[in-house]
């Protein structure tokens, strides 16, 4: 005889109420992210909503691109018999452990791709200056890029990790200054597509080499989840820039 553990999740109000106000927070971003894709970055309403199913689907796929190998320490089993009975016995030594580095469809590649249609449909052909905008927009992912890593950490067993207010607050006042110096220009579309890959560049590609000290079997760049990191720093980037001006 022998007892079942079953795991199973609270039924406190905390975690009750935790679950409500994810939803309503989930909400909100869901719906102002449509006003924002079409009235800041002037994306078509029909292109937006796609764009917000894509996420949503994308967030449970991980596309592998490549993996990692690396050599250290660790718990080994080294098997030996003796007299037709197989032992296992645990031991401490070198071990090879493989990362997989994959990438978020709904929190990564959409995000890049939106970010390319801004700089294809806006700034290209309705721009007045298209040179000046994209320089500007280059000089906001570099200022983006090292301050993103500056406060990037690597958690063993985890991943790499950045407070989730440093990408859009640096996105959105660095968006805010370049946008300000003549000629002018829209710092929406600099926040976002600065927050996109300033955020992509500085807390994941900047840190690649890194890969060998988290531990864990998969790095997944773009987060877990939709309104994780790279997405979420290009909305609330653009949404901060609308309401600072």
Do not use: H
Request: hydrophobic share 50%; proline share 6%.
């Amino acid at each position: 005889m022998y007892r079942r553990g079953i795991v199973y999740r609270p039924t406190t109000w905390n975690y009750m109420l935790t679950l409500i106000l994810m939803t309503l927070m989930i909400s909100v971003i869901a719906l102002s992210s449509l006003q924002i894709f079409t009235e800041a970055l002037m994306i078509p309403p029909q292109l937006a909503l796609a764009a917000l199913y894509m996420s949503l689907i994308g967030s449970m796929i991980n596309i592998p691109l490549t993996s990692v190998k690396t050599i250290d320490y660790g718990l080994i089993y080294r098997e030996i018999e003796i007299f037709g009975i197989r032992w296992f016995l645990p031991t401490i030594g070198l071990k090879e452990r493989k990362t997989i580095i994959a990438i978020n469809i709904g929190g990564a590649v959409i995000p890049i791709l939106i970010s390319i249609y801004i700089l294809i449909q806006t700034i290209m052909k309705m721009s007045i200056n298209p040179q000046i905008s994209l320089m500007k927009i280059v000089l906001s992912i570099l200022i983006v890029s090292i301050i993103v890593n500056r406060y990037s950490r690597i958690i063993p067993g985890f991943g790499i990790v950045t407070p989730g207010f440093i990408p859009p607050v640096s996105a959105a006042i660095t968006s805010i200054i370049l946008a300000l110096i003549p000629p002018k220009c829209n710092p929406s579309i600099i926040a976002y597509v600065s927050g996109t890959f300033g955020t992509l560049i500085g807390a994941d590609l900047m840190n690649i080499g890194k890969i060998g000290e988290m531990g864990a079997p998969m790095v997944s760049i773009g987060g877990a989840g939709t309104f994780d990191g790279i997405y979420l720093t290009g909305i609330v980037a653009t949404s901060l820039t609308l309401i600072l001006i």
